[in-house]
């Protein structure tokens, strides 16, 4: 069981480039969830989707976008990166239901320079 | 909007002994669910524990325990017999306990556990 997975584990873009990170969960989780970590800090939500076809903005949603076409699959798209883009992102599975928690995938480390 | 606080931005510790991580957090919703995640160097994101607003009793996972305080809206989470491997950033995280469950996190606790 393979659990949260993302891709690619790190990455280097120049300002103005775009990129898709990709997250894949195969526990059959309806909700699912982007964050991002800058350093030193907490994580913050960017999208979350409640199901397929369903998403929705999250706390710090600006340069970014998201799909939910499958239950398993929710990648996040940055257009235009810019330096304000460099973190760690976090893609996380939940199902939703009760305390149940939220599975989080290993991170992507972005830098824009 | 919810908000989670964690004020200690770094702690340390002796190996062996007992550590207390505060946080603090604001809600007016009543159903709500709180947890402490463990974040080491790999960066992974480990779940420590849990606990339900609507629990009196305190969450108690093995060494790890926490101090709920509904009232005060205070969530301290408590290592007991600390050890190396303890070592890494501790988040507090909160859930509201509708609709689409997502996590406000506090900004962490650098702990390091000295041998």
């Known amino acids: 069981n393979a659990g949260v997975t993302q891709t690619p584990k790190f990455r280097i873009l120049k300002i103005g480039q775009s990129m898709t990170l990709q997250c894949t969960q195969d526990?059959?989780?309806?909700?699912m969830y982007w964050y991002r970590q800058d350093p030193g800090m907490g994580l913050k939500l960017i999208y979350y989707?409640?199901?397929?076809?369903?998403?929705d903005k999250g706390e710090v949603p600006n340069g970014y976008n998201v799909s939910r076409s499958t239950t398993e699959d929710f990648p996040l798209r940055l257009e235009l990166a810019a330096p304000s883009q460099t973190s760690v992102y976090f893609c996380?599975?939940?199902?939703?239901?009760?305390?149940?928690?939220?599975?989080f995938g290993p991170g992507t480390r972005l830098t824009v320079t | 909007a919810q908000t989670v606080t964690q004020s200690q931005p770094e702690m340390s510790v002796q190996e062996a002994e007992t550590v207390t991580l505060s946080c603090t957090y604001d809600?007016?919703?009543?159903?709500?669910?709180l947890f402490w995640y463990k974040q080491p160097p790999s960066r992974q994101m480990i779940l420590v524990i849990r606990?339900?607003?609507?629990?009196?009793q305190n969450a108690t996972e093995n060494r790890f325990s926490v101090n709920f305080q509904k009232a005060a809206k205070s969530f301290s989470l408590k290592i007991s017999d600390s050890q190396l491997g303890d070592a890494a950033m501790y988040f507090c995280?909160?859930?509201?306990?509708?609709?689409?469950?997502?996590?406000?996190f506090g900004q962490g606790t650098r702990l390091t556990i000295n041998p």
């Open positions: 526990m059959n989780h309806n909700y």
């Open positions: 989707s409640v199901g397929a076809g369903i998403t």
């Open positions: 995280a909160y859930r509201s306990g509708w609709g689409a469950q997502k996590l406000v």
């Open positions: 996380a599975s939940s199902s939703g239901q009760g305390g149940y928690e939220q599975y």
């Open positions: 809600t007016s919703e009543s159903d709500y669910y």
């Open positions: 606990q339900e607003a609507y629990k009196q």
